[in-house]
């Protein structure tokens, strides 16, 4: 896992954290600050800063566009301390003020900083799966859709659902769990959930959503390695099922990504499974 591919997740997943700085990135990718600074322009066309505050504002541009009622909390959210910080920064990004993106309610012609792609073109070799039955189960959680050019937001969704975890873990350290809907053939993209189980008899939070996976038998593919590669290990996914002989089925999802308790998101390691529903 190279250390620009880390600094990429690190990022996505804490680009709101105002204490997000060279010296953390680069103890997180296990180089020094200097080496951060120079291989992640020479890889990726941005500089580290430029980066960081291009997906600060990109983000904060979305929230404007869809109508947020407070441009103050926009700037907060994106690290600023004042309106005004936020307008200069801002405008000399996208060459208009905040306020103009809110009354337009669009995106066109911006220049988005949109995430660098995470993933590689290595190819994965699964290991076979478990196969299981499981009982229906219920989750809650905080869904939005995605197209394929903005799956690689999926981080953001997770940021917006982690402060939830901690009122959701019952009895100690709960599994999560990320749905990625049904994706019919010529689909512009899929809803995804991120959720965490839900026990009987405990009330929905306020902000969340219910979901009921549903009985039935599950193939169960361990990914390796950070998180990152998950798309690989996805292709991969479909590429061994017709070795199952088993029919999978499509009506609730399309795969479940399974999050055990010891997954760490701030590195992106730990335990994660990829689960198929198979037909009975």
Not at 75 to 81: K, M, N, P, R, V
């Amino acid at each position: 896992m190279s250390a620009v591919l880390k600094t990429v997740w690190f990022i996505e997943t804490r680009f709101r954290d105002n204490e997000l700085s060279l010296e953390t990135m680069a103890e997180h990718a296990g180089v020094s600050r200097s080496h951060l600074s120079r291989i992640f322009p020479v890889a990726t066309g941005h500089q580290l800063s430029s980066y960081i505050r291009g997906r600060r504002l990109t983000e904060a541009a979305r929230e404007l566009a869809d109508g947020a009622p407070d441009i103050l909390n926009v700037a907060l959210d994106a690290g600023y301390g004042s309106h005004e910080a936020f307008t200069r920064a801002f405008r000399d990004q996208f060459g208009l003020t905040p306020d103009e993106i809110r009354r337009r309610r669009s995106l066109d012609q911006l220049d988005l900083v949109e995430p660098l792609r995470m993933d590689t073109a290595e190819k994965v070799t699964l290991a076979p799966p478990v196969i299981e039955d499981r009982p229906a189960q219920r989750i809650a959680g905080l869904g939005h859709h995605f197209t394929w050019k903005t799956m690689d937001t999926i981080p953001h969704l997770w940021q917006r659902f982690g402060p939830y975890i901690p009122e959701m873990e019952y009895n100690g350290p709960l599994p999560v769990f990320g749905v990625c809907g049904p994706m019919p053939e010529g689909s512009e993209g899929f809803d995804y959930f991120a959720a965490g189980p839900l026990p009987r008899g405990k009330e929905l939070l306020p902000g969340l959503t219910e979901m009921n996976l549903p009985a039935g038998t599950y193939a169960r593919y361990t990914h390796e390695g950070h998180i990152s590669k998950i798309r690989a290990t996805c292709a991969a996914l479909f590429e061994a099922l017709p070795g199952l002989g088993r029919e999978t089925d499509h009506r609730w999802f399309s795969f479940l990504e399974y999050y055990g308790p010891d997954f760490e998101p701030s590195t992106g390691l730990g335990t994660v499974e990829v689960w198929v529903k198979l037909k009975d």
